[in-house]
């Protein structure tokens, strides 16, 4: 059998990846110089190397790079234009003020950057029609709700969670009795009200300042950033346009202006999936705490992580991420499960699932809902559905674990996806989720395949001291 592994390359210690050689490595050339400072443990630990791999910077480049498209003028421009006719459809069809005003002042902006792409020089461009769309689709709608005080009831909801948590240690209502005396998040999401609790709603700055919406679109900035950065093969680059035009696309511009709930649980998922690629296993497992503290619906990520620091660095790497996850996990939940156990199941786990007597307001036509119309028996058909996706899923997941970020967020991506269009009560808007968990990681990591790509001739291009039998 020919090896294909550098001299004085160990080989990677995944569960997959083959196991330790009980023969010593080839050691270092004598004259190989030793870098000045580098040391054991410092530093970032390099991506781990599959066999038949070359170094990260001597792979060819994949020929479906996501960058290669976006650098066409016709695809930004119809881009603008889905964008432009998405938030026009909104002042027609919605009942919402809110969504209404986001609509009015999003679609003429999407228009005017459709144009700045078709006629400006190619490289000013893509920056201004970004620019024009961050302004007109996030910016300014989010400044005038904010400083009216408008938005979705979910705001209200995490702010109103914040203050019975400071003032009681419950961010629940005892007694419900309308839709938005519910609180179905976990008890974490109050740390985004704790603003508004801290600084109230007296002056201009305490308003914007103290909106929860303001810290939902840091957290979601802040966390795709560090993703960038952890996936990125060469890491000179800032990534501004990208993230720009993610921001303003109208699945996440609608969310920041009007009440992005959802936006911190995209981030934080992005960034656990990084930070398990590149075996940060204490950082990782904090991270997944703080999703699975958000939402129950990101449980899924913790065994998606899990089974990818598993496969790549081992065991022991994979439970130490996990432990803290739980345990931390564990920590925040299970004072509130103790001590209000009742509210906890009631809000959280039966009001989503449509079980309550009062109904949740997400009602957007995918096919849970409309099975759940039908009475009991498609309500049950919704849930039997959901629960065999699911096991589809798990399934999937454990024969084919994930090899690198990209693959374990298409396999979250997946699970929520079937979560989301087969529970009895969704909205389109969480369908952001898993379209940021397929897009950001091929944007960092440059390529669209899940697998690092291998290179043709890899053979050929291994000297012939490495050639063993």
Not at 211 to 236: E, K, M, N
Not at 257 to 277: H, K, N, S
Request: proline content about 10%; some cysteine; overall charge positive.
């Amino acid at each position: 059998m020919v090896s294909t592994r550098t001299p004085g390359q160990s080989r990677p210690r995944g569960r997959f990846n083959g196991r330790r050689s009980p023969q010593a490595h080839p050691a270092a050339p004598a004259h190989a110089p030793r870098r000045a400072g580098s040391r054991r443990g410092s530093g970032p630990r390099p991506f781990p190397r599959q066999r038949g791999d070359t170094g990260p910077d001597d792979s060819p480049p994949d020929r479906w790079q996501p960058a290669r498209f976006a650098r066409m003028r016709s695809v930004q421009a119809l881009g603008c234009a889905i964008a432009a006719g998405w938030a026009a459809a909104f002042p027609i069809v919605s009942d919402l003020p809110n969504q209404r005003l986001w609509g009015t002042v999003a679609a003429p902006s999407y228009a005017l950057a459709g144009l700045l792409c078709l006629t400006l020089p190619r490289r000013l461009a893509p920056r201004a029609a970004a620019a024009t769309a961050v302004l007109g689709a996030v910016l300014v709608p989010l400044a005038a709700l904010a400083l009216q005080g408008r938005h979705q009831s979910e705001v209200m909801v995490v702010e109103r969670s914040a203050r019975l948590l400071l003032g009681t240690g419950n961010p629940y209502l005892a007694d419900p009795t309308v839709v938005t005396d519910y609180n179905p998040y976990l008890p974490a999401m109050a740390l985004f009200g704790m603003p508004r609790a801290l600084l109230g709603s007296d002056g201009p700055l305490a308003l914007v300042l103290g909106d929860a919406r303001i810290w939902f679109a840091l957290t979601f900035l802040a966390c795709l950033l560090l993703s960038w950065r952890l996936l990125r093969p060469s890491r000179d680059r800032a990534p501004l346009l990208p993230l720009a035009v993610l921001t303003a696309s109208p699945l996440i511009a609608l969310a920041l202006a009007v009440g992005g709930v959802d936006l911190p649980l995209i981030g934080v998922c992005c960034l656990a999936m990084a930070l398990a690629e590149r075996d940060r296993t204490i950082p990782a497992g904090l991270v997944l705490a703080l999703a699975c503290t958000l939402k129950w619906t990101a449980w899924p990520a913790l065994p998606v992580a899990v089974l990818l620091l598993w496969r790549l660095y081992g065991r022991r790497p994979a439970a130490r991420a996990a432990l803290t996850a739980l345990g931390t996990t564990l920590a925040v939940i299970l004072p509130v499960a103790l001590t209000h156990a009742e509210a906890l199941r009631e809000q959280v786990v039966r009001f989503p699932l449509g079980l309550t007597a009062i109904r949740t307001p997400a009602g957007s036509p995918l096919p849970g809902k409309i099975l759940a119309g039908f009475g009991p028996t498609g309500h049950t058909v919704s849930l039997a559905l959901l629960t065999l996706g699911g096991a589809g899923v798990a399934i999937w997941l454990l024969a084919r674990p994930p090899v690198s970020a990209i693959a374990a967020a298409d396999l979250l991506a997946a699970g929520l996806t079937i979560a989301f269009t087969l529970a009895p009560a969704g909205r389109f808007g969480y369908l952001a989720l898993p379209v940021v968990l397929v897009i950001w990681p091929r944007l960092a990591a440059r390529r669209w395949l899940a697998r690092r790509p291998v290179p043709a001739n890899c053979l050929m291009s291994v000297p012939a001291a490495s050639m063993s039998q």
